[in-house]
């Protein structure tokens, strides 16, 4: 017809069953004004204005209809409240069920299939009660709720539906209890435009697109329902809030719950698991409170956060994630607490991209990979956290990532602690860092940390790696790790490593290798089973002000070409040896006390070239032990006291200069040179040695400038062939001999001080056969000099004042050549020959001795020849049982015989003689020797003016000499002495200063040629060719007049 089917009205009442109602132009069956039929177990199909319709006013129960193909909605209820539809097939409708105008009917057990736009609308604020119906295959929506309306849907079953199961909107409040929404094409719930939603204990599952979407600033509340299945995410939040709480999301092919753009809702108690993507995503400035969730099993992580997402997540359980536990980057936030995040197969926590989150008093363990991983450009916090046992590194840090990680304990993981690699620059404070497989913590690959007041200790491997990289390390707390406590290595490697405790490791203390090249200072090194610090492969370090101590291996070594400095550093108490450098390394070694070392307190060999300069060594076995071909060094200022063997000790073919060091209190030597040594020695102080004070044994040895100060047994021992240049050095108070040179020992003894030793000055032996020459002996208890067995000395221009006897030579084998030397003031004889022994004797001076000037016993081949000798107490020259020759010498005022031959067979000629005094001129006792031409002159004047004539003319060249002859119209006979005496080798003329006059001996006759007084040691006056001065005549016995004790000047 032209109207609708059927019509209830004005409060009409009655029954409309089992009637077909098609193609009306109007409604199937309307209903208003109060009426209240009852709608049952009709067909109502192809109506042109709606199958059913309610309006104001209208009331009714509709029951058990088909309705299906009307136009444009299959049931309108507007604005009724009492209204009952039940049980009804709605279907092929463009709107299948629909509440407008505030309607708040019930529709329950109703069938709506196949609609187009929506199975049941509501609109203008409709608050219907919607239970138990079955809503399959619509073209758009399950269920839309708009224009503020609410509505309370309970139970019911929405399926298929293309665009939403469920879609809320335009302000409305919806209520969602124990609904099924599945199998969507796109979405389950859509919530939008300041919309509100309530729901429990719903599921769904299955949908195309996220289960639940909400946005547009629209709230939920969810309690216990189930979100699974889902092709896309799980619930989607954009800009919106509310909370979710005791919900399980799981198995969705996406992420379980996605909260975005400035959402903040509060995801409580949910249990979120088995998600494809994540369990939780947070992004776009959202900001969710997520707490007490069980996040697990998911599939990447069990919650991301990135793009300025900042969720404040707590006392969450996120375990047994496929991938990442949490998972931070592209500029994500968030704060992390509480949480207990364990048996991830990835990281518990990653952090990339700029990200920067709080991570704070979780328990991140028993992951299969790294406990926390920072990278790319990341950052954060992470403090009081507890990492431990995870399958890989505890905290790894790479790619410029900046994180600040403080206060957390990380042990016992099956890798690294913490790994800081490829330009990162993290901060590391106050952590502790324990017992975990491999190094502790490992820095690497231009990462730039810092790292600070960390308690890293009990590592199955190192304690801490830097490697090729850098940053700053400061107060750290570094102990008993099983490997090195600290290892540094790499051409890139230059941290600063400062004010650390490193102690009780298995290893070394700090390794420091292939080329790196750091600042180490101010740290404390103890007791570890290894080196307190090993420096090799070309590394170069500054290690500075450091204690390094009690270490079993050594205190510190540097190897293999490194150089370095290693400066103001106290090392002592380590075994084995303080300081090494060996194998080529260069290193400056300055300022640094070594001490109570149970080995050499610092050795350097093998081809070593270190610069030694100011440090104090006391206390060690050896002070400084320098070893092995190639090896070099100069030791500068350096003092080496208290040792229990020697101060140093150069062998094996070293090269070493030794250089104003102060050497003294040393159980054995103080400086020892051997095995091919080759040492220069140079204005050290060397006293108080227990043996010797300098000992040369098979090397090359150079000294000058030293003092050599109360050796206990020489000053300094020359053997086994060693070669010395001995020059300017001051040997005194020694309590054996001042210098001992035996064992075919050969070189220079030059201007050297012996004085107040108490055996002898110097003693030569074993077929050695040095030069030694302008020394001075000075108050020497033993003799000045002694030659034995078989020594082959050139004794040349020395001084001799004070002690037994000024020199002795004894043995068949002993041949001596002894020129220009002044001996004088001994308690015995001048010089003394014994046992046989053989000497040339030019030129000398021997004079105030209170025993003879010159005394040879049984069996000595001696030549004396132009010497002087005078103010000899008992007498000048004594030959007993000797053979030799006694040839133009000068006597004069001896006190006993000048000349005394017993039982001798030795020549005696052309001696001049003063017989002024009261002594025989020659005793002769039986001498087989021939004796004559010995010319004696009794007055004083004449004495001189011969003597002095004879001196001059000794100095002249032979065609000079024949000149003064024929000027002097005098014959003389080959038997007159010709002055033959002088020292062919050594320049004359020398001009002393007033020291050097009183050292000699105010009490010196005149006769020896150029009236000659040798400077002291280090000061010796310019020399000049030509002819002497001619002295003026001393008083009669002048010499006798000078006290015995003059001599002494150094």
């Given at each position: 017809?032209?109207?609708?089917?059927?019509?209830?009205t004005?409060?009409?009442?009655?029954?409309?069953?089992?009637?077909?109602?098609?193609?009306?132009?109007?409604?199937?069956v309307?209903?208003?004004?109060?009426?209240?039929?009852?709608?049952?177990?009709?067909?109502?199909?192809?109506?042109?204005?709606?199958?059913?319709?309610?309006?104001?006013?209208?009331?009714?129960?509709?029951?058990?209809?088909?309705?299906?193909?009307?136009?444009?909605?299959?049931?309108?209820?507007?604005g009724?409240?009492?209204?009952?539809?039940?049980?009804?097939?709605?279907m092929?409708?463009?709107?299948?069920?629909?509440?407008?105008?505030?309607a708040?009917?019930?529709?329950?057990?109703?069938?709506?299939?196949?609609?187009n736009?929506?199975?049941?609308?509501?609109?203008?604020?409709?608050?219907?009660?919607?239970?138990?119906?079955?809503?399959?295959?619509?073209?758009?929506?399950?269920?839309?709720?708009?224009?503020?309306?609410?509505?309370?849907?309970?139970?019911?079953?929405?399926?298929?539906?293309?665009?939403?199961?469920v879609?809320?909107?335009?302000?409305?409040?919806?209520?969602?209890?124990?609904?099924?929404?599945?199998?969507?094409?796109?979405?389950?719930?859509?919530?939008?435009?300041?919309?509100?939603?309530?729901?429990?204990?719903?599921?769904?599952?299955?949908?195309?697109?996220?289960?639940?979407?909400?946005?547009?600033?629209?709230?939920?509340?969810?309690?216990?329902?189930l979100?699974?299945?889902?092709?896309?995410?799980g619930?989607?939040?954009?800009?919106?809030?509310?909370?979710?709480?005791?919900?399980?999301?799981?198995?969705?092919?996406?992420?379980?719950?996605?909260?975005?753009?400035?959402?903040?809702?509060?995801?409580?108690?949910?249990?979120?698991?088995?998600?494809?993507?994540?369990?939780?995503?947070?992004?776009?400035?959202?900001?969710?409170?997520?707490?007490?969730?069980?996040?697990?099993?998911?599939?990447?992580?069990?919650?991301?956060?990135?793009?300025?997402g900042?969720?404040?997540?707590?006392?969450?359980?996120?375990?047994?994630?496929?991938?990442?536990?949490?998972?931070?980057?592209?500029?994500?936030?968030?704060?992390?607490?509480?949480?207990?995040?364990?048996?991830?197969?990835?990281?518990?926590?990653?952090?990339?991209?700029?990200?920067?989150?709080?991570?704070?008093?979780?328990?991140?363990?028993?992951?299969l990979?790294?406990?926390?991983?920072v990278?790319?450009?990341?950052?954060?916090?992470?403090?009081?956290?507890?990492?431990?046992?995870?399958?890989?590194?505890?905290?790894?840090?790479?790619?410029?990532?900046?994180?600040?990680?403080?206060?957390?304990?990380?042990?016992?993981?099956?890798?690294?602690?913490v790994?800081?690699?490829?330009?990162?620059k993290?901060?590391?404070?106050?952590?502790?860092?324990?017992?975990?497989?491999?190094?502790?913590?490992?820095?690497?690959?231009?990462?730039?940390?810092?790292?600070?007041?960390?308690?890293?200790?009990?590592?199955?491997?190192?304690?801490?790696?830097?490697?090729?990289?850098?940053?700053?390390?400061?107060?750290?707390?570094?102990?008993?790790?099983?490997?090195?406590?600290?290892?540094?290595?790499g051409?890139?490697?230059?941290?600063?490593?400062?004010?650390?405790?490193?102690?009780?490791?298995?290893?070394?203390?700090?390794?420091?290798?292939?080329?790196?090249?750091?600042?180490?200072?101010?740290?404390?090194?103890?007791?570890?089973?290894g080196?307190?610090?090993?420096?090799?492969?070309?590394?170069?370090?500054?290690?500075?002000?450091?204690?390094?101590?009690?270490?079993?291996?050594?205190?510190l070594?540097?190897?293999?070409?490194?150089?370095?400095h290693?400066?103001?550093?106290?090392?002592?108490?380590?075994?084995?040896?303080?300081?090494?450098?060996?194998?080529?390394?260069v290193?400056v070694?300055?300022?640094?006390?070594?001490?109570?070392?149970?080995?050499?307190?610092?050795?350097?060999?093998?081809?070593?070239?270190?610069?030694v300069?100011?440090?104090?060594?006391?206390?060690?076995?050896?002070?400084?032990?320098?070893?092995?071909?190639?090896?070099?060094?100069?030791?500068f200022?350096?003092?080496?006291?208290?040792?229990?063997?020697?101060?140093?000790?150069?062998?094996?073919?070293?090269?070493?200069?030794?250089?104003?060091?102060?050497?003294?209190?040393?159980?054995?030597?103080g400086?020892?040179?051997?095995?091919?040594?080759?040492?220069?020695?140079?204005?050290?102080?060397?006293?108080?040695?227990?043996?010797?004070?300098?000992?040369?044994?098979?090397?090359?040895?150079?000294?000058?400038?030293?003092?050599?100060?109360?050796?206990?047994?020489?000053?300094?021992?020359?053997?086994?062939?060693?070669h010395?240049?001995?020059?300017?050095?001051?040997?005194?108070?020694?309590?054996?001999?001042?210098?001992?040179?035996?064992?075919?020992?050969?070189?220079?003894?030059?201007?050297?001080?012996?004085?107040?030793?108490?055996?002898?000055?110097?003693?030569?032996?074993?077929?050695?056969?040095?030069?030694?020459?302008?020394?001075?002996?000075?108050?020497?208890?033993?003799?000045?000099?002694?030659?034995?067995?078989?020594?082959?000395?050139?004794?040349?221009?020395?001084?001799?004042?004070g002690?037994?006897?000024?020199?002795?030579f004894?043995?068949?084998?002993?041949?001596?050549?002894?020129?220009g030397?002044?001996?004088?003031?001994?308690?015995?004889s001048?010089?003394?020959?014994a046992?046989?022994?053989?000497?040339?004797?030019?030129?000398?001076?021997?004079a105030?001795?209170?025993?003879?000037?010159?005394?040879?016993?049984?069996g000595?081949?001696?030549?004396?020849?132009?010497?002087?000798?005078?103010?000899?107490?008992?007498?000048?020259?004594?030959?007993?049982?000797?053979?030799?020759?006694?040839?133009?010498?000068?006597?004069?005022?001896?006190?006993?015989?000048?000349?005394?031959?017993?039982?001798?067979?030795?020549?005696?000629?052309?001696?001049?003689?003063?017989?002024?005094?009261?002594?025989?001129?020659?005793?002769?006792?039986?001498?087989?020797?021939?004796?004559?031409?010995?010319?004696?002159?009794?007055?004083?004047?004449?004495?001189?003016?011969?003597m002095?004539?004879?001196?001059?003319?000794?100095?002249?060249?032979?065609?000079?000499?024949?000149?003064?002859?024929?000027?002097?119209?005098?014959?003389?006979?080959?038997?007159?002495?010709?002055?033959?005496?002088?020292?062919?080798?050594?320049?004359?003329?020398?001009?002393?200063?007033?020291?050097?006059?009183?050292?000699?001996?105010?009490?010196?006759?005149?006769?020896?040629?150029?009236?000659?007084?040798?400077?002291?040691?280090?000061?010796?006056?310019?020399?000049?060719?030509?002819?002497?001065?001619?002295?003026?005549?001393?008083?009669?016995?002048?010499?006798?007049?000078?006290?015995?004790?003059?001599?002494?000047?150094?």
């Amino acid at each position: 017809g032209a109207g609708s089917g059927l019509v209830f009205t004005d409060g009409a009442t009655g029954i409309a069953s089992q009637n077909t109602i098609q193609g009306a132009k109007g409604c199937g069956v309307e209903i208003r004004k109060e009426a209240d039929p009852r709608v049952l177990d009709n067909i109502i199909t192809e109506c042109k204005a709606g199958g059913i319709v309610v309006s104001v006013g209208g009331m009714g129960l509709i029951s058990e209809n088909q309705v299906c193909k009307n136009h444009p909605q299959g049931v309108l209820l507007s604005g009724c409240t009492e209204v009952t539809v039940i049980k009804n097939r709605i279907m092929d409708e463009q709107w299948g069920l629909v509440f407008n105008n505030g309607a708040r009917c019930v529709a329950r057990e109703n069938l709506l299939e196949r609609c187009n736009k929506a199975a049941i609308m509501l609109t203008d604020n409709a608050d219907p009660e919607v239970a138990n119906n079955t809503i399959e295959d619509t073209q758009h929506y399950g269920v839309l709720v708009q224009a503020q309306s609410k509505g309370t849907f309970t139970e019911n079953d929405i399926a298929c539906s293309r665009a939403a199961g469920v879609r809320i909107i335009g302000e409305s409040q919806t209520v969602l209890i124990g609904n099924v929404v599945r199998d969507g094409k796109r979405l389950g719930c859509l919530v939008e435009e300041h919309s509100q939603v309530t729901m429990s204990k719903n599921q769904l599952y299955q949908n195309g697109e996220a289960a639940l979407r909400l946005t547009g600033q629209s709230r939920v509340t969810a309690e216990a329902d189930l979100v699974y299945g889902g092709f896309g995410d799980g619930i989607e939040m954009l800009n919106s809030s509310g909370t979710l709480s005791g919900l399980e999301v799981h198995r969705n092919a996406k992420s379980g719950v996605v909260v975005s753009e400035g959402s903040d809702p509060e995801i409580v108690n949910c249990d979120v698991h088995d998600n494809s993507i994540s369990g939780i995503v947070v992004l776009k400035g959202a900001h969710p409170h997520v707490h007490d969730c069980d996040l697990h099993n998911n599939e990447l992580s069990e919650l991301a956060c990135k793009e300025e997402g900042d969720p404040l997540v707590e006392d969450c359980q996120v375990h047994h994630g496929k991938r990442t536990g949490i998972a931070v980057y592209t500029n994500g936030r968030g704060r992390f607490f509480k949480n207990d995040i364990y048996s991830n197969c990835g990281p518990g926590v990653r952090v990339s991209a700029n990200a920067h989150p709080e991570v704070k008093d979780n328990t991140i363990r028993h992951g299969l990979d790294t406990g926390v991983h920072v990278f790319d450009h990341g950052k954060g916090v992470f403090e009081r956290n507890k990492i431990f046992k995870n399958g890989g590194d505890g905290v790894r840090v790479r790619s410029l990532a900046e994180p600040t990680i403080v206060n957390n304990e990380i042990e016992d993981g099956h890798a690294k602690g913490v790994f800081i690699s490829d330009q990162a620059k993290a901060v590391l404070e106050r952590n502790h860092i324990r017992r975990n497989a491999q190094a502790n913590v490992q820095v690497s690959n231009k990462a730039k940390p810092r790292i600070f007041h960390n308690h890293i200790s009990d590592g199955q491997a190192e304690g801490l790696v830097i490697s090729n990289a850098s940053g700053d390390y400061q107060y750290n707390d570094v102990k008993g790790n099983a490997g090195d406590a600290w290892r540094i290595e790499g051409k890139f490697s230059d941290p600063k490593v400062a004010s650390n405790q490193i102690h009780d490791g298995k290893g070394d203390g700090l390794h420091i290798t292939t080329e790196a090249y750091p600042e180490v200072k101010t740290n404390k090194i103890s007791a570890h089973a290894g080196l307190g610090v090993f420096v090799e492969a070309k590394a170069n370090p500054v290690v500075e002000n450091n204690e390094i101590t009690e270490n079993q291996s050594g205190g510190l070594r540097v190897a293999f070409e490194s150089t370095g400095h290693v400066r103001e550093n106290q090392i002592h108490n380590n075994r084995t040896f303080g300081l090494t450098a060996d194998t080529n390394s260069v290193p400056v070694v300055v300022r640094n006390k070594i001490n109570n070392c149970q080995g050499p307190g610092m050795i350097i060999k093998s081809g070593a070239r270190p610069q030694v300069e100011h440090n104090e060594i006391t206390a060690c076995t050896v002070g400084v032990r320098l070893s092995d071909p190639g090896t070099e060094a100069r030791v500068f200022k350096t003092s080496c006291s208290g040792t229990t063997e020697t101060g140093m000790h150069i062998t094996h073919k070293a090269r070493v200069r030794v250089e104003e060091c102060h050497l003294h209190d040393h159980s054995s030597e103080g400086l020892r040179v051997d095995k091919g040594g080759t040492a220069e020695i140079i204005k050290n102080k060397i006293r108080l040695c227990k043996n010797d004070g300098i000992v040369s044994d098979q090397a090359d040895l150079t000294m000058r400038d030293n003092t050599i100060e109360a050796s206990g047994k020489c000053g300094v021992r020359l053997t086994f062939g060693t070669h010395a240049t001995i020059t300017r050095n001051y040997i005194v108070d020694g309590h054996g001999k001042g210098v001992m040179i035996s064992s075919r020992s050969t070189g220079t003894l030059l201007q050297n001080i012996l004085e107040n030793n108490k055996l002898l000055g110097v003693e030569v032996s074993g077929e050695s056969d040095p030069l030694i020459e302008d020394n001075r002996f000075l108050k020497n208890l033993g003799p000045s000099l002694s030659v034995s067995e078989g020594g082959k000395p050139r004794i040349v221009g020395n001084h001799c004042s004070g002690g037994q006897n000024g020199m002795e030579f004894k043995g068949g084998r002993t041949n001596a050549i002894v020129t220009g030397n002044f001996v004088t003031n001994t308690k015995g004889s001048g010089l003394v020959f014994a046992d046989g022994s053989k000497a040339a004797v030019d030129d000398n001076d021997i004079a105030n001795n209170m025993g003879h000037g010159v005394r040879m016993g049984p069996g000595c081949a001696v030549t004396l020849r132009g010497n002087r000798i005078y103010s000899n107490d008992a007498g000048g020259i004594h030959s007993q049982e000797a053979e030799g020759q006694v040839l133009e010498n000068f006597l004069f005022d001896n006190s006993g015989a000048h000349i005394q031959l017993d039982e001798s067979d030795t020549k005696v000629s052309g001696n001049l003689i003063n017989t002024a005094s009261e002594s025989e001129g020659i005793q002769n006792n039986n001498n087989k020797g021939e004796v004559d031409s010995n010319p004696m002159i009794a007055d004083r004047t004449d004495f001189v003016k011969k003597m002095n004539r004879l001196l001059i003319l000794g100095h002249m060249d032979p065609e000079e000499r024949d000149e003064a002859k024929v000027e002097d119209g005098k014959k003389r006979s080959t038997n007159t002495p010709t002055g033959r005496g002088r020292v062919p080798t050594k320049p004359q003329g020398q001009k002393p200063d007033a020291k050097a006059g009183e050292a000699a001996g105010k009490g010196r006759a005149p006769g020896r040629r150029n009236s000659v007084t040798r400077a002291p040691a280090g000061r010796r006056g310019s020399q000049s060719k030509g002819k002497a001065a001619n002295p003026k005549p001393p008083a009669k016995g002048a010499p006798k007049s000078a006290p015995r004790n003059q001599g002494k000047g150094k």
